[in-house]
């Protein structure tokens, strides 16, 4: 019997949830240190990885928000008054560490030319640094809204949401004159391009176990070699930011089957399912850790040590510190889950009525 009728057939419990949220975090993070590799220290080592993480970049947040919604679908069955800790906990934990966040970024603008001297509240009210916190919080309300008001007919939003995601990106240079360095941008076309994948999930819960459960190595491969020419063909013409709504609707399908092979079994399998249990630590911490190892990094010299040897660091570097970063933010958020600073990671009290430790997707 296959992995995926197994994890299917108990609802009380879905391995593959925890092994697509940890893989999720897992290219999420890679993706940050990518990108401050090229972008931050000047290196010409990480084109490789830069390319990697786009060709996941119709995966990553689709794959994540639709297992957020999958896990969301009983709840938006009830009064939101019942759901509080999927509302306003995540405002408070979005408030909370936009708060932690700021000290990094205030004193930056109070010595450059401050043209934007409301950056700090426009960080609280705008989806800026942690803007999954902020977006999580936000599709429920609206997914509960639309069905509420929709009824039989809610799927049919599917299509308006599907639009509004495939052209999110021509509003990418509006936002971001919204806010200027140093502060974070506004992340609106994320939070917009986004919302149709936990919308889907929701109406579409029945038809992903079931092709969890039909899984088979032949259709894995098929939609994997999909996946790839369709987003080659679309990298070649210039189109992968065009096409990247189409393009998660096949990376969801390809995922669905790789998941219903694998069901996150294994060694490697067990330590990504831990990651996805404990998501929330690895992303707030990684991003204070990874400016912290890039400054080393420089200051150590090793950057100059890289471009020495470009190709070897070129394969190493990226997922080496992504390696690292994952480990030391999953150990550090155990350690303060532990701690009486557990309030960092957990919703509290007087917000659901019983103390809850968050998740990004929460069950």
């Not at 705008?126 to 509960?144: E, S």
């Not at 052209?167 to 941008?185: K, R, V």
């Not at 393009?247 to 219903?260: D, E, H, K, V």
């Not at 890039?294 to 190493?316: C, E, Q, R, Y």
């Amino acid at each position: 019997m296959k992995v995926a009728h197994n994890a299917a057939a108990d609802p009380a419990r879905y391995q593959w949830v925890d092994a697509a949220k940890g893989a999720c975090m897992i290219l999420v993070v890679l993706f940050h240190a990518a990108g401050r590799f090229q972008y931050d220290l000047g290196t010409t080592v990480t084109g490789a990885w830069v390319l990697v993480s786009s060709v996941f970049s119709p995966i990553r947040m689709p794959l994540f928000f639709f297992v957020s919604g999958f896990l969301a679908a009983s709840a938006l069955g009830r009064p939101l008054s019942l759901a509080r800790g999927r509302t306003w906990g995540f405002v408070y934990l979005y408030a909370l560490w936009t708060l932690l966040f700021l000290p990094r970024v205030i004193p930056d603008a109070v010595h450059g030319d401050m043209q934007q001297p409301w950056g700090a509240l426009l960080s609280f009210v705008l989806p800026t640094t942690f803007w999954y916190l902020y977006a999580l919080p936000l599709y429920f309300v609206l997914a509960w809204a639309l069905m509420k008001a929709l009824r039989q007919r809610s799927v049919y939003a599917l299509i308006p949401l599907f639009l509004l995601s495939a052209t999110a990106f021509l509003l990418q240079p509006a936002s971001n004159a919204i806010l200027t360095d140093p502060w974070d941008p506004a992340k609106i076309p994320d939070v917009l391009r986004n919302f149709v994948w936990f919308y889907l999930a929701v109406h579409s819960k029945p038809l992903w176990i079931s092709i969890l459960r039909t899984s088979s190595p032949e259709k894995a491969v098929a939609a994997t070699a999909a996946y790839a020419g369709l987003y080659w063909a679309a990298a070649a013409n210039g189109l992968t930011d065009h096409l990247r709504a189409p393009l998660s609707i096949g990376a969801l399908y390809m995922c669905a089957l790789l998941l219903g092979l694998w069901g996150g079994q294994g060694r490697i399998g067990v330590a990504i399912q831990k990651v996805g249990r404990q998501t929330l630590p690895v992303y707030v911490l990684h991003i204070f850790l990874m400016p912290v190892i890039m400054a080393a990094i420089s200051a150590t010299g090793l950057s100059a040590v890289m471009k020495s040897s470009p190709d070897v660091w070129n394969a190493i570097a990226p997922p080496l510190v992504t390696l690292i970063v994952v480990y030391l933010t999953y150990q550090g958020g155990r350690l303060v889950l532990a701690s009486h600073l557990a309030w960092l990671f957990s919703i509290p009290r007087w917000i659901t009525g019983a103390p809850t430790r968050a998740t990004l997707a929460a069950r």
